[in-house]
């Protein structure tokens, strides 16, 4: 009884402890809630069946549980770097972090979603819970893929800053971007306002894979770098950088909605 009670207390610990989340929980949530909306009706049946929830509900899932024991391995694969062209582990590019497992090749978020994907072409010979698992790391990945602050270029520093006065990191900045630019609007007033395309302009969003995603918006990832700055507090900077880091940050959670969908869409076709 007594493991029992330490093991429950350990795991509210863990589930209420505060965390620095890439978009942060509300915006992971908005992109799970874009995806929720576009979704065949099979892709619906089944992601209902193994996760028993909307994706929105589990949008930020394995940002809770990458603390545990079970599943610190996953720690790397919500970053990736990118050194000549090619995908590598963000710490190779640049990434301060440090973690306890070894560090792989492929131990980065493009090279675990496809393998992901790879084991979700043959979901109906895997164990439900392995589908699970799978589909609830891919949720909250693409998100991740989507975020200036989770992607790192090797020579290109993520710097310190300001803001108000208190010190932060460029990622940590990024990550509480929607809170900042989104105040107060709920994941379906933000899809009404934003999610404006047409089938064919979503067909055209989701061409390519997730490696080819990540690159094509590698100009307005590194363009964040120019918006922000390490040596002005960011409510000193000029009105249209503030605007036009909202406009970029909007754009791609939009972009990550539509595309989770088409992940999940893809695997139940």
């Known amino acids: ?15 209420s402890a505060p965390r620095a989340y890439a978009w942060d929980a509300s915006g992971h949530g908005t992109i799970g809630h874009i995806a929720d909306r576009h979704l ?5 049946k089944m992601c209902s069946k193994y996760l028993g929830h909307s994706l929105a509900y589990y949008a930020s899932w394995l940002d809770q549980w990458r603390y545990s024991h079970e599943y610190h391995h996953t720690a790397r694969w919500h970053a990736v770097g990118i050194k000549d062209g090619e995908f590598v582990p ?24 496809e393998q992901m994907l790879a ?21 909250h990945m693409v998100g991740d893929m989507h975020c200036p602050g989770h992607v790192f270029y090797y020579g290109l520093k993520q710097y310190e800053m300001k803001a108000y006065d208190e010190p932060i990191r460029f990622h940590g900045f990024i990550d509480k971007c929607y809170g900042r630019f989104n105040k107060g609007k709920t994941s379906d007033e933000f899809y009404h306002k934003y999610c404006r395309l047409t089938k064919a302009e979503i067909a055209e969003l989701c061409q390519g894979d997730m490696g080819d995603w990540v690159k094509q918006n590698t100009p307005v990832f590194k363009e ?42 893809q695997i139940f076709k």
């Open 1 to 15: 009884m007594k493991r029992l009670l330490i093991a429950v207390l350990a795991l509210v610990a863990l589930l």
């Open 90 to 113: 963000g710490q190779v590019a640049g990434d301060i972090a440090d973690f306890l497992a070894p560090l792989t090749p492929d131990d980065h978020g493009v090279a675990r979603m």
């Open 224 to 265: 964040c770098y120019t918006l922000l700055s390490p040596t002005i507090d960011y409510r000193d900077l000029p009105e249209q950088n503030k605007f036009r880091l909202k406009e970029i940050t909007d754009e791609l959670r939009v972009k990550a909605g539509y595309r989770l969908a088409y992940v999940m869409n």
């Open 40 to 44: 065949t009706p099979k892709a619906r």
């Open 119 to 139: 084991n979700l072409e043959h979901y109906r010979n895997m164990p439900d819970s392995a589908v699970t698992v799978n589909l609830k790391c891919l949720i």
